[in-house]
């Protein structure tokens, strides 16, 4: 494979320069009631099952195992996106890198990490090749309802998902904040390229969505 390294150490502003719907309805919050099993095993693995059936589960070595992923593949997109949001004042180059290359960075990262592997999903996603699926939302929800910006692990039976969830930063709003406040630019991509777009209306510090890491048990 070609060498596309983009350097290591930023995902909130690509991710969410590409990717994320709508609160949950109550019924959808009424599913999201869960009950806590304490394993007897260690104090320090805690496993949470929702009424979907979804096992949670906090246990370090599995958060920390998937936040290696996930700093490593956000690394490799910060000095990317940053470098583009510089270019020019209408952002115009951001959206287009942003739109062009964010999925082949994910396969490259992919490409080279045999242990684990990253995508990035929302609620209010623009890439439909980003759509969140079944579990993907309701782990959000829950994420969305704390915000508190820390990992969460679920127990996917053969293998485990990492979540981090990402908060709406200042440079993000210029491609996801008030759609009236963009450049005609960025608001004439976002309609052409992604005319089912629902990742706008986003205000600072939101919950805007997570990039996720599965690892092998």
């Not at 290696?68 to 890198?97: N, R, S, Y």
């Not at 930063?169 to 630019?185: A, F, I, R, V």
């Not at 005319?195 to 969505?209: H, M, N, S, V, Y």
């Amino acid at each position: 494979m070609k060498k596309r390294f983009y350097t290591i150490a930023l995902a909130p502003l690509l991710f969410v320069a590409c990717n994320t719907v709508d609160s949950p309805a109550p019924a959808q919050q009424s599913a999201q009631k869960v009950t806590t099993e304490v394993s007897s095993a260690t104090n320090q693995v805690q496993e949470v099952i929702s009424a979907n059936n979804i096992k949670y589960v906090s246990n370090p070595d599995v958060i920390e195992r998937g936040m290696g992923h996930v700093k490593g593949f956000i690394g490799t997109l910060q000095p990317t996106l940053k470098g583009a949001l510089q270019q020019d004042k209408t952002h115009e180059t951001a959206m287009g890198t942003c739109s062009s290359i964010a999925m082949q960075m994910t396969q490259d990262y992919n490409n080279v990490s045999p242990n684990g592997k990253v995508r990035r999903t929302a609620l209010k996603y623009r890439n439909p090749a980003n759509k969140p699926d079944a579990i993907d939302k309701e782990v959000m929800y829950r994420l969305q309802a704390v915000n508190d910006g820390k990992p969460i692990a679920v127990d996917m039976g053969t293998k485990y998902r990492v979540y981090k969830p990402l908060q709406m930063k200042k440079p993000c709003l210029l491609c996801h904040g008030d759609m009236n406040k963009m450049t005609p630019e960025v608001q004439n991509i976002i309609k052409t390229k992604y005319p089912q777009d629902l990742a706008t209306g986003f205000k600072l510090g939101e919950f805007r969505g997570v990039v996720v890491a599965e690892i092998p048990k």
